[in-house]
Each structure stands twice: as C-alpha cells, then as structure tokens.
C-alpha cells in the first residue's frame, strides 16, 4: 500500500508540476489545437499536485488516512466518467483520453485494494490511535 501511495504521489507532484509549468506541452504533443485559457489547465495541475501530498501523507498509515484515498479514487472514476460523457457529446478531442491511461485508469487497481483492506480491517472507521 505504501509503495502505491508514494508511487501514486510523486506521479502526481511531477505531473501537476508539469501542467503548471508548461501548461500547452501536451496539447503540442498531442497535436491538439493550443488552450485559449492555460490558467483553466495549470489550475487543474495545481489540484492534481495536491492530491499528490495527500497520496504521500496518507502513505505512512494508509489504514488510518483511507479517506484520502476514497477521493483520490472517486477522482479517478469521475474524471473517465466525464470524458466519456464529454465525448459521447463531441465536446472534447478524443485524442485527450491518453492522459487517462496514466492519470486514471493504472491506478484504479491499487488504491481499490488498499480500500478494500482498509475496510476488512476497520470497517471505514475513522480510527484515532
């Protein structure tokens, strides 16, 4: 569990960074048309760094922070969602989906395991030590 938190938390601390700093790198990459409004994207950036610091600080006692986990993986099941909703809608390049394979969908997994022991062993209490 730690391993997958830690993992899961330096992804996310480099790939926040990455859209902060560079915002319109992987629309160039993606051959996508360059964003109107990059502070939209790098503001999304800032959110995933963030829950890059939960990821590290929940990795110390994963039993105990499993709500950190719960929203990062309602994160990573929302965020497919609406793409897909989004592009049912023809509202969003396909080409956007590759960014969910490394964001989302390999960490689907893991974090459902460490939930799934965090409530065989403590039934999703709120344990204080």
Do not use: C
């Not at 986990?69 to 609406?82: E, R």
């Not at 395991?113 to 065989?120: D, E, F, V």
């Amino acid at each position: 569990m730690r391993l997958w938190l830690r993992l899961a938390a330096v992804y996310n601390i480099l790939w926040g960074a990455w859209v902060v700093l560079f915002p319109q790198s992987f629309f160039a990459w993606a051959d996508m048309e360059p964003l109107k409004y990059p502070t939209i994207w790098q503001g999304t950036g800032m959110i995933v760094g963030v829950y890059g610091l939960g990821y590290w600080w929940s990795s110390f006692d994963p039993l105990t922070h499993w709500p950190i986990v719960m929203v990062g993986f309602l994160g990573k099941i929302f965020g497919p969602l609406g793409y897909l909703m989004n592009l049912l809608q023809d509202m969003i390049d396909p080409k956007f989906g590759f960014i969910l394979i490394t964001n989302d969908l390999i960490w689907w997994v893991p974090f459902y395991l460490i939930l799934l022991h965090a409530y065989r062993v403590n039934g999703f209490k709120l344990v204080k030590k």
